[in-house]
Each structure stands twice: as C-alpha cells, then as structure tokens.
C-alpha cells in the first residue's frame, strides 16, 4: 500500500472525528458512532503501524479501555501522529520494513536469537515476519486485509483466502498453518511443544516462501 492511501485513510478518520465534535456536546463522545469510529481507528493503526512500533505499542496501552469517551482520545491522537509521521518522511523506515530486504533483517534476528539459545523470541520474529508478509501478499494480489467489519483478518484467513484465489497451492497453505501453530505456541507459552531445531526450519521454510512469493 503506497503511503499516499495510507495518508488518505487515516485522513478520513481524523476528519471523521473531528466533524463528530463539531457544534456537539461531550456526550457525542460516548454514542455509538463514536464506538464505531474507535473500532475503525485501531484497526486502521494495527493495518496501518509496523508490528511492534510505539504505535502499537501505544494502542495496546488503551486496547482494554471501557470508557469510549477516553479512548476515542487516545486512539485518535495515535493515528494522528502515526498521519503526521507519514508525512513527515517516516514512510522510509516503514516502507523497508514491507520489503524483502526488511524481512531478512527480522529472519537474521531470529537466527541471531536461536544461536544464543532464545528458540521462543526467535519463533515468535519470525511468525510475525510472516504475517506481515501475508498482508502484503494479499495487497498485491488484490485480496482483503479487512473483514466486512472493518477490523484486521487473522494471518490464517489470509492464508487461506490467499490459496483459495490460486496464489500457491495447497501443500504450501499447510506449510503456512504449520508455521503459524508455532509461532502461536511460543506467544502463548506453549513452549516445551517444539524444539530448537523445529525453530531452525520455522525460519528457512519462511525466508524461501518469502524469495518463491515475492510481495
């Protein structure tokens, strides 16, 4: 995605918020356009924002948040600095990161992590490499990365919408469900379920499937 629409998409958003306050009262902040509104804005920054950045970092301060009121605060002056950083020339660093080159740097971490002995940070760089792969593979090839709710799809969604419009077969779409099953057991602790060397070919299966489908 070119930061031109990125830019764009969050534009519509700010402005949205911006026209609800106009000649409203405080209580506009609590209606269910405003519950909406919040909705869109953090599935914007977690479609928009590179994993693992402050603007992530920042939304999942506020994820858990019950007062629409104060979180429709915070979640618009996230994508309002994530909008002015774009910008500002920050979509350098950003578009680097959605590139093949980008994707070594995080696959070079996970083997320098595995060498040191740390398999579970080195499953879980690795899984979300993929993932971020995934949507931009779904960009390319004209796929949804949005579910009719406007909220992000699951890397395993991707997956299969991926398959099911011809972009590599079935076998490499299990590959895939594999590789994710991994990284899902090390996010979640389940981590005396794979060993070091299972990490090793979590890693070269991932970097091939990245140089065979180019996004």
Same mark, same amino acid.
């Not at 405080?26 to 479609?47: N, Q, T």
């Not at 093949?100 to 971490?109: E, F, K, N, P, R």
């Given at each position: 995605?070119?930061?031109?629409?990125?830019?764009?998409?969050?534009? @519509?958003?700010?402005?949205? !918020?911006?026209?609800?306050?106009?000649? #409203?009262?405080?209580?506009?902040?609590?209606?269910? &356009?405003?519950?909406?509104?919040?909705?869109? =804005?953090?599935?914007?920054?977690?479609?928009?924002?590179?994993?693992?950045?402050? !603007?992530?970092?920042?939304?999942?301060? *506020?994820? /858990?948040?019950?007062?629409?009121? @104060?979180?429709?605060?915070?979640?618009?002056?996230?994508?309002?600095?994530?909008?002015?950083?774009?910008? $500002?020339?920050?979509?350098?660093? =950003?578009?680097?990161?959605? #590139?093949?080159?980008? *994707?070594? +740097?995080?696959?070079?971490?996970?083997?320098?992590?595995?060498?040191?002995?740390? %398999? +579970?940070?080195?499953?879980?760089?690795?899984?979300? $490499?993929?993932?971020? &792969?995934?949507?931009?593979?779904? @960009? %390319?090839?004209?796929?949804?990365?949005?579910?009719?709710?406007?909220?992000? %799809?699951? $890397? +395993?969604?991707?997956?299969?919408?991926?398959? %099911?419009?011809?972009? !590599?077969?079935?076998? /490499? /779409?299990? &590959?895939?469900?594999?590789?994710?099953?991994?990284?899902?057991? $090390?996010? &979640?602790?389940?981590?005396?379920? !794979?060993?070091?060397? /299972?990490?090793?070919?979590?890693?070269?299966?991932?970097?091939? =499937?990245?140089?065979?489908?180019?996004?």
């Amino acid at each position: 995605m070119g930061i031109e629409k990125m830019v764009k998409q969050l534009d @519509v958003l700010i402005g949205d !918020y911006q026209d609800m306050l106009r000649g #409203h009262t405080e209580g506009v902040l609590m209606s269910e &356009h405003a519950k909406l509104l919040v909705s869109r =804005f953090e599935s914007a920054i977690d479609r928009l924002a590179v994993p693992g950045s402050s !603007y992530v970092k920042q939304l999942d301060v *506020h994820r /858990q948040e019950k007062r629409t009121a @104060v979180k429709i605060r915070a979640v618009y002056s996230i994508a309002l600095g994530l909008r002015d950083d774009l910008n $500002a020339g920050w979509n350098d660093s =950003f578009v680097e990161l959605v #590139h093949a080159d980008t *994707h070594s +740097d995080y696959l070079a971490m996970a083997e320098t992590l595995l060498e040191a002995g740390y %398999k +579970d940070p080195a499953a879980v760089i690795v899984g979300t $490499a993929l993932e971020v &792969h995934l949507r931009a593979l779904c @960009v %390319k090839h004209s796929v949804a990365t949005e579910r009719p709710d406007g909220s992000p %799809k699951r $890397a +395993d969604t991707m997956n299969a919408d991926l398959k %099911k419009e011809g972009v !590599y077969s079935t076998l /490499q /779409q299990k &590959h895939l469900t594999a590789w994710m099953d991994l990284r899902n057991k $090390a996010a &979640h602790g389940a981590w005396t379920e !794979y060993d070091k060397q /299972q990490v090793r070919m979590l890693i070269d299966g991932v970097r091939d =499937f990245m140089l065979k489908y180019p996004a």
